[in-house]
């Protein structure tokens, strides 16, 4: 008999059914990890490092097998005046100015001048670009001048050297007194054969734009494309302007001075010399250039302060370099250069060249039109700095000197010029640089148009050195409400006498060290050539150390060799490295600047990494 609730269903019903896979593609069972055991990138030769050399190896050269080792490797040390370019085997490097002239639209506007001393009158280069200069207090300019002098007294009491108060008033009666000379052109042995732009010029570069009679009537601007550690952005609107008048001159160099052709730069390797404290936007885009536009096989990376120590025949030193517009302080300890100790300071050789004019407009300077925005102009006064600028106290004195003006369309003029001490307060700006115009750079000259980041492999090339924040912790005290101020320490610092900016940065090298350092002082650079450049420097620096360096027994600071010049001892230095066998693995190809960019500094240089990144 049936329940009448049979029917009734209890629950779902199971229904048996054969399992169906998700997919057609078989999957396979973990595996055990258990006893796994791989060699994947464990050895050195499995990098890409390896495989591009080995590649690299395997590629014909293009030159004979008998040339030297370093004939197919160009060293490159570009500078804001000068650029050093050369073979690694050659003695001397071509030094040409890095500067062009470029043909431009008559609507063009010039960038007004760059001021780099405190002024107390309207510059005429200003006016006639009509920008608005700023003009100092000429109290503080007469202070300032006040002061080096004041410094110069002291020192020359110190040894015993008579000062004449009324030296620069007897100078300036006699400036004023001069009557011009002219001297027949058959007569003027460096008479100047000056060039006349023509229609099919586009550009001129380096000694010929010197020779150019008048660029601006001609229609043509001059450029300075490099400023500093960066590019110049007073001259261009975009970065990829001034890499086209760099990659114009580097290739006119190379195939005119050092007759290679543009055919073979792919058989050929390059070495770029870049400053110690250097832009990676600007180092970025450079190799970028080296390596696509210019076709170079491979290229290397070494910065200025080991090259000059390598040059200098030391391993262990703290170089201070004086260049036209910057100079740098770094200590290399066992042939690496210490981040930590890198100091970049705001002024140069050209500041003191503008201060020495402003000096001798002061007394009279019987050459009355002169303007340094003209390049014949500027070359008369580098020509007077070069001859007349001392840090010696014993070569302060009332003298007479003569000295040559060619301007195009004219006959030679000859003037005779008496001094006293301006030719010793003009260098002694670099250790009294408050007659410096900071403000007036930073203006004139701003930040760089693009800032991408772009990761340079944690070398921090563009943070604050701890030698800088030594050197600016006066200013970063706590204030008022416990409110620590805002600076610019990198601006600050820039502003250090140079005796101040070498001590912090042997400072920052560590208390254990200071006393090595300050042992071996090596000054290269043009401004080094300044007679009485060292004894000054070191007489300075013993001040400030003896004091604080305990049981510190020398001091000493050098220059290069007689036989080195010191302009192109930091060309010497990468030429010498560049030769090492030892260094061969430092060679970055495109293929991995290609994947890697700036991160290839951080495995293939020898650039230290800092202690401290901000």
């Not at 000056?194 to 601006?216: M, N, Y």
């Not at 190799?287 to 025949?313: K, N, P, W």
Request: charged share 25%; proline share 6%.
């Amino acid at each position: 008999m049936t329940s009448a609730n049979a029917d009734i269903p209890t629950g779902p019903e199971t229904v048996s059914e054969a399992p169906l896979r998700q997919s057609l593609l078989h999957i396979p069972p973990a595996a055990p990890f258990k006893n796994a055991a791989s060699n994947y990138l464990k050895h050195d030769h499995q990098t890409i490092w390896a495989r591009n050399a080995r590649n690299l190896a395997k590629e014909p050269s293009g030159l004979v097998e008998a040339s030297p080792r370093g004939s197919d490797i160009l060293v490159i040390h570009p500078g804001s005046r000068w650029i050093r370019i050369g073979r690694a085997t050659d003695a001397f490097p071509v030094s040409v100015p890095h500067v062009l002239a470029r043909k431009v639209t008559s609507s063009h506007k010039p960038p007004p001048p760059l001021s780099r001393v405190l002024k107390t009158n309207m510059d005429e280069d200003a006016m006639e670009t009509d920008e608005i200069q700023e003009i100092a207090n000429p109290a503080e300019v007469t202070e300032c001048i006040t002061t080096i002098r004041a410094a110069l007294r002291s020192r020359m009491d110190f040894y015993r050297i008579p000062y004449e108060e009324d030296g620069s008033q007897g100078a300036a009666e006699f400036n004023e007194g001069i009557q011009t000379e002219e001297i027949d052109g058959t007569q003027d042995v460096y008479k100047v054969d000056w060039v006349t732009g023509q229609p099919d010029d586009e550009f001129f570069i380096g000694h010929k734009v010197f020779r150019l009679a008048d660029p601006a009537a001609s229609g043509y601007e001059v450029r300075w494309p490099m400023y500093n550690n960066h590019f110049n952005t007073r001259y261009y609107a975009s970065r990829q302007g001034a890499l086209n008048d760099i990659e114009t001159m580097w290739k006119a160099i190379i195939t005119q001075e050092l007759g290679i052709p543009r055919a073979q730069f792919k058989n050929h390797s390059a070495v770029l010399v870049i400053p110690d404290y250097f832009d990676k936007q600007t180092v970025s885009h450079l190799v970028e250039m080296l390596l696509t536009q210019l076709d170079f096989r491979r290229v290397c990376i070494h910065q200025e302060g080991l090259a000059a120590c390598v040059g200098s025949g030391l391993t262990t030193a703290c170089i201070v370099d004086i260049g036209a517009v910057k100079t740098s302080v770094s200590c290399v300890e066992d042939g690496i250069l210490l981040s930590d100790t890198r100091m970049l300071l705001d002024y140069g050789g050209d500041d003191i060249t503008e201060f020495l004019h402003d000096l001798l407009k002061e007394i009279k300077f019987p050459y009355k039109d002169i303007k340094l925005n003209r390049l014949y102009d500027l070359h008369v006064m580098d020509d007077l700095k070069a001859r007349l600028c001392t840090l010696s106290e014993a070569d302060v004195a009332s003298r007479a000197y003569d000295f040559f003006v060619r301007a195009p369309g004219k006959a030679t003029e000859k003037y005779l010029l008496k001094a006293y001490d301006e030719t010793i307060v003009a260098p002694m700006c670099i250790f009294e640089p408050k007659i410096i115009d900071f403000d007036s750079k930073k203006k004139v000259n701003p930040k760089r148009w693009d800032l991408s980041n772009i990761d340079d492999g944690d070398l921090g090339s563009e943070s604050p050195t701890p030698a800088m924040i030594i050197s600016t912790q006066h200013l970063l005290q706590m204030g008022e409400g416990g409110i620590r101020p805002n600076i610019d320490v990198k601006f600050e610092a820039a502003k250090l006498p140079l005796d101040v900016a070498i001590f912090n940065s042997v400072r920052a090298a560590g208390n254990e060290k200071i006393k090595k350092f300050l042992q071996t002082v090596v000054v290269v650079g043009g401004t080094s050539l300044i007679p009485g450049a060292v004894h000054a420097l070191e007489s300075r620096l013993q001040a400030i150390a003896f004091p604080l360096v305990p049981n510190i027994e020398r001091l000493q600071v050098l220059t290069t060799h007689p036989d080195v010049d010191p302009r192109v001892v930091a060309w010497k230095g990468v030429s010498i490295i560049s030769k090492l066998e030892s260094l061969s693995d430092l060679w970055i190809t495109k293929p991995e600047w290609d994947i890697l960019g700036m991160r290839c500094l951080k495995e293939r240089s020898m650039i230290d990494r800092p202690s401290v990144v901000l």
